[in-house]
């Protein structure tokens, strides 16, 4: 089993940047594809990044690419998620999740443990 706990998360003004992290407890992290997403008020949870077991390989979301940067320390059992040039759109709860397939996949429902969330907030 994998427990996961986001930090980083606050309130930013546009074109900001903040870092969030995600630990992960267990010995098994490194075997694990993780992934963040966020759910904004009264919107489904939507896929936002992802990285492979041995961080060689990730995939974003359109609507983050050239602004997130996923990356991971399995050395630390930590993945964290870059966040630069913030915007408002950009505010939600963000989670990280683990996912053991090595499939790539979007959708939330195929990861299997997820963390409690931490809220991020862009003022104009």
């Known amino acids: 089993q994998v427990q996961l706990v986001e930090s980083g998360g606050g309130l930013v003004q546009a074109g900001d940047s903040l870092r969030l992290s995600c630990a992960a407890s267990?010995?098994?992290?490194?075997?694990?594809?993780m992934g963040w997403f966020r759910q904004a008020p009264g919107k489904e949870r939507e896929f936002v990044a992802r990285?492979?077991?041995?961080?060689?390989?990730?995939y974003y979301a359109d609507f983050v690419k050239g602004r997130f940067t996923i990356s991971r320390d399995n050395a630390k059992n930590t993945v964290y998620l870059q966040m630069n040039s913030l915007k408002p759109e950009d505010t939600a709860v963000y989670y990280c999740a683990a996912d053991r397939s090595i499939i790539r996949t979007t959708t939330p429902n195929k990861y299997e443990y997820w963390g409690q969330g931490t809220q991020v907030t862009v003022s104009s």
């Open positions: 267990g010995r098994t992290f490194s075997t694990y594809a």
């Open positions: 990285i492979g077991w041995n961080g060689a390989i990730t």
